[in-house]
């Protein structure tokens, strides 16, 4: 100790020129590891609801009721309403597509009909058959021109995917027709 009262202080270390003091020791190096994972995983969330977006707009577009059809078209069946007229019926089984023009177009079969079910929970493939088939009537005019009725109900996926309409045609088994019930049109077969 000094005997001026001060501590006592070290002398700073020279260094010879040429020569300089430790390096001071490199900060640890940072793992990249969380940072990729958190890149992956927001990747994996972006795509996740891209795929979640499509899923819901097509599902949105299949299930938007057309409104008049002025031109051949294809659509789902899930979009058809009274009016439209469709160019060919698919065979038995589940229906997707269709192709539908004006009615004043050649055409097979006429939607004549539109049954809203009311349930919620999914009542079983025959309950919902047995339901759209008595809700389909044909009026003695279709009937006299040849016209048969075919049914198309919601199968189980669509029942899950909000689908609750039954649909009722005219079907012409043999020839086409021209023009429209709905409209009030003189329907003419070939």
Same mark, same amino acid.
């Given at each position: 100790?000094?005997?001026?009262?001060?501590?006592?202080?070290p002398?700073? #270390?020279?260094?010879? $020129?040429?020569?300089?003091?430790?390096?001071?020791?490199? $900060?640890?190096?940072?793992?990249?590891? $969380? /940072?990729?994972?958190?890149?992956? /995983?927001?990747? =994996?969330?972006?795509?996740?609801?891209?795929?979640w977006?499509?899923?819901?707009l097509?599902?949105?577009?299949?299930?938007? =009721?057309?409104?008049e059809?002025?031109r051949p078209? *294809?659509?789902?069946?899930?979009?058809?309403?009274?009016?439209?007229?469709?160019?060919g019926?698919?065979?038995?089984?589940?229906?997707?597509?269709?192709?539908l023009?004006?009615?004043?177009? #050649?055409?097979?079969?006429?939607?004549?009909?539109?049954?809203p079910?009311?349930?919620?929970?999914? $009542?079983?493939?025959r309950?919902?058959?047995?339901?759209?088939?008595?809700?389909?009537?044909?009026? *003695?005019?279709?009937?006299?021109?040849?016209?048969?009725?075919?049914?198309?109900?919601?199968?189980?996926?669509?029942?899950?995917?909000?689908?609750?309409?039954? /649909?009722?045609?005219?079907?012409?088994?043999?020839?086409?027709?021209?023009? *429209?019930?709905?409209?009030?049109?003189e =329907?003419?077969?070939?």
């Amino acid at each position: 100790m000094s005997a001026n009262g001060g501590g006592y202080y070290p002398q700073e #270390p020279y260094y010879a $020129p040429g020569w300089s003091g430790p390096a001071a020791p490199a $900060p640890p190096r940072r793992s990249r590891t $969380p /940072l990729v994972v958190a890149l992956v /995983l927001t990747g =994996v969330l972006v795509l996740g609801l891209a795929a979640w977006g499509v899923v819901v707009l097509r599902q949105g577009m299949q299930t938007r =009721v057309l409104g008049e059809v002025d031109r051949p078209t *294809s659509a789902h069946s899930r979009q058809l309403d009274v009016g439209h007229c469709v160019v060919g019926l698919p065979s038995d089984g589940e229906v997707g597509q269709v192709d539908l023009v004006p009615c004043a177009d #050649p055409h097979v079969a006429e939607v004549v009909g539109v049954h809203p079910f009311r349930a919620d929970a999914w $009542p079983g493939q025959r309950a919902v058959d047995d339901e759209a088939a008595a809700a389909c009537e044909m009026d *003695s005019a279709q009937v006299a021109a040849g016209f048969r009725a075919v049914v198309w109900s919601p199968s189980e996926e669509s029942w899950a995917q909000g689908d609750r309409r039954g /649909l009722c045609l005219a079907w012409l088994d043999a020839g086409e027709a021209r023009g *429209s019930f709905a409209a009030g049109d003189e =329907v003419t077969t070939d």
